[in-house]
């Protein structure tokens, strides 16, 4: 069954640094997302990806994150200057189409500590 | 803006018992409407969803959910739970437009005891 990957599993950076999360999602997806999870607190929306571009974002996605899919199968997730405040689990999910109508594929997380 | 409660943080059920956890969801349309599970060191799986049409739905893993539009829950049901069955499980609420993105309760952690 295809899944989504995401790499590494767990991420130590110290405050500051640049961090960038990998994830391959499912090859016949469009729509790719990621989500991320505080300990302690729910899953949060962070933002879409459409077509090359960013479809809609929340407002914890500010001018320290951006995501790209530099080929064909990865999509990335780069926080610029990492905070302690960023330490989380990241998902990334995938999905066929827009939300109406299908469902989101998530992968197993990466866990980012910052130290 | 949609959100979603899921009121009991912890429940512990004997393995063979069944198991409901509640969903609520606050919002201005109709929603879609998921439950993910989540076992250590995976990911969100999807165990159901309801997009349309008949208000209860099967899963995978002998799990159901009954949408109550005018309770605005959306409770998942087993009937017999295994040891395996121990995980974290997250409802969760999309819109019925063009918003891609979920919204998350804040998880039920079950324990089953043998």
């Known amino acids: 069954e295809p899944e989504v990957t995401q790499t590494p599993s767990h991420q130590v950076t110290q405050m500051g640094q640049e961090v960038i999360l990998r994830c391959v999602p499912i090859?016949?997806?469009?729509?790719f997302y990621w989500y991320r999870q505080i300990l302690g607190q729910k899953v949060e929306f962070l933002v879409s990806f459409y077509n090359n571009e960013i479809s809609e974002k929340s407002e914890i996605f500010d001018d320290q994150f951006s995501v790209e899919r530099p080929d064909g199968s990865n999509f990335t997730l780069k926080i610029r200057s990492t905070k302690l405040e960023d330490s989380a689990m990241y998902f990334c999910?995938?999905?066929?189409?827009?939300?109406?109508?299908?469902?989101?594929?998530f992968g197993a997380g990466t866990r980012l500590s910052v130290l | 803006a949609q959100s979603v409660t899921q009121p009991d943080i912890h429940i512990t059920v004997s393995e063979g018992a069944s198991l409901e956890l509640r969903c609520n969801y606050s919002y201005g349309a109709t929603p879609y409407l998921f439950w993910y599970v989540q076992s250590p060191g995976q990911g969100l799986q999807l165990l159901l969803k309801?997009?349309?049409?008949?208000?209860l739905v099967q899963g995978i893993k002998g799990f159901e959910a009954e949408f109550k539009r005018s309770q605005s829950s959306f409770n998942l049901r087993k009937p017999s739970v295994h040891w395996s069955d121990a995980a974290e499980y997250f409802c969760?609420?999309?819109?019925?437009?063009?918003?891609?993105?979920?919204?998350f309760g804040a998880g039920t952690t079950v324990t089953v005891r043998a």
């Open positions: 309801y997009f349309s049409g008949d208000t």
């Open positions: 969760a609420v999309g819109r019925v437009s063009n918003d891609y993105k979920l919204s």
């Open positions: 090859s016949n997806h469009l729509y």
């Open positions: 999910a995938s999905s066929e189409a827009e939300l109406a109508k299908n469902i989101q594929y």
